[in-house]
């Protein structure tokens, strides 16, 4: 099996060739909401969490937008630094983002006086996945580690179908996600 870091490599070129093969027009109508049966598993008064997408992931910003107008709570992923564990912070507007700084790996994160929060239900990004939940994610561990202290957390994946792969490497500390949506399939709940 090849190794997880050319593994990342591969489906990041091929995710970045899909993305840019996408028109605009076309990425503008994907994700604008959860489909119906993954609704069902999100309680009236979960906290949600989502990330802030870099260009060539899966976008998460239409799942904040329909998550907070339905009255949900909104969080996203904060880091203090680059050697701090990551948390999760109140994103209070998930429209036009404007409480939202860059963070020390460059991702737009709410400010460092947001209030933590822990979500119930956490949507992840990620680099590839397997059809049976197992996710290859960035390569820190981040969300590993907050859903092995988080066990009561949904971990839901948001992926392009073009990082479906028909195995990946897992290892025991690999946490195994509840359900992954793509612009045409729900995988899962598992």
């Known amino acids: 099996m090849t190794s997880k870091a050319d593994l990342r490599r591969k489906l990041r070129a091929r995710r970045r060739e899909h993305v840019l093969d996408l028109p605009e027009s076309v990425r503008g109508l994907l994700f604008r909401r959860p489909p119906a049966p993954l609704l069902e598993l999100i309680p009236h008064d979960a906290v949600i969490g989502l990330y802030h997408a870099t260009p060539f992931e899966a976008p998460a910003s239409n799942y904040a937008a329909f998550f907070a107008d339905a009255g949900h709570t909104i969080a996203l992923p904060h880091f ?15 429209i036009c983002a404007g409480d939202l700084e860059p963070g020390s790996y460059g991702m737009m994160q709410p400010g460092a006086k947001a209030a933590e929060v822990e979500p119930d239900v956490l949507f992840v990004p990620l680099v590839g996945f397997a059809a049976d939940g197992r996710r290859l994610g960035q390569g820190g561990g981040h969300y590993d580690r907050w859903l092995a202290a988080h066990p009561g957390a949904r971990a839901i994946g948001l992926a392009w179908d073009e990082q479906l792969c028909e195995d990946l490497p897992h290892e025991t500390h690999d946490i195994r996600l509840d359900a992954i949506v793509t612009p045409t399939r729900l995988y899962g709940p598992f």
């Open 80 to 94: 203090l630094d680059r050697h701090s564990a990551m948390c999760f912070r109140l994103h209070t507007d998930p």
